[in-house]
């Protein structure tokens, strides 16, 4: 019986990291927003985060992930993961429980020279059957 389930599971889980939510670029150093995730289109309102970080001449990066209500302007910072501070070359992922929320995104910041860095991120979360 459990070996259905995880069968059904894994059948509606997205490719981990198939959503792009922003093009490997050179960083600013002013706060710039991913691509907006509407949460309902994910299962269970959980959005993975996968981040490719080239530091360049960067002091760090910071990737801050947000939820909106859908009702205003207004976008909350997450306190569980929080702000990730990333101060070398490398992959990280994360996942961030956006229940009752209705979009999601990340703001990404370079401290420092901005010279030969760079960010990508992809978003994956299990579907709710729908097409992305």
């Known amino acids: 019986m ?3 389930i995880v069968t059904k599971v894994l059948s509606n889980q997205s490719r981990p990291g198939a959503h792009v939510g922003r093009a490997a670029a050179v960083l600013t150093t ?3 927003a991913t691509r907006v995730v509407n949460v ?3 299962l269970d309102g959980v959005i993975s985060v996968f981040a490719d970080f080239t530091v360049g001449a960067l002091d760090s990066v910071e990737i801050k992930p947000q939820i909106n209500d859908g009702n205003s302007s207004t976008w909350n910072d997450c306190t569980d993961p929080g702000t990730l501070t990333l101060t ?4 990280v992922a994360f996942s961030v429980n956006c229940k009752g929320s209705k979009m999601f995104r990340c703001l990404v910041t370079g401290s420092g020279t ?5 960010l990508a991120i992809r978003f994956g979360w299990l579907e709710t059957g729908r097409a992305n």
């Open 2 to 4: 459990s070996g259905s």
């Open 30 to 32: 002013s706060p710039i």
């Open 40 to 42: 309902s289109d994910t």
């Open 88 to 91: 070398a070359s490398g992959h």
């Open 114 to 118: 901005v010279t030969s860095s760079s």
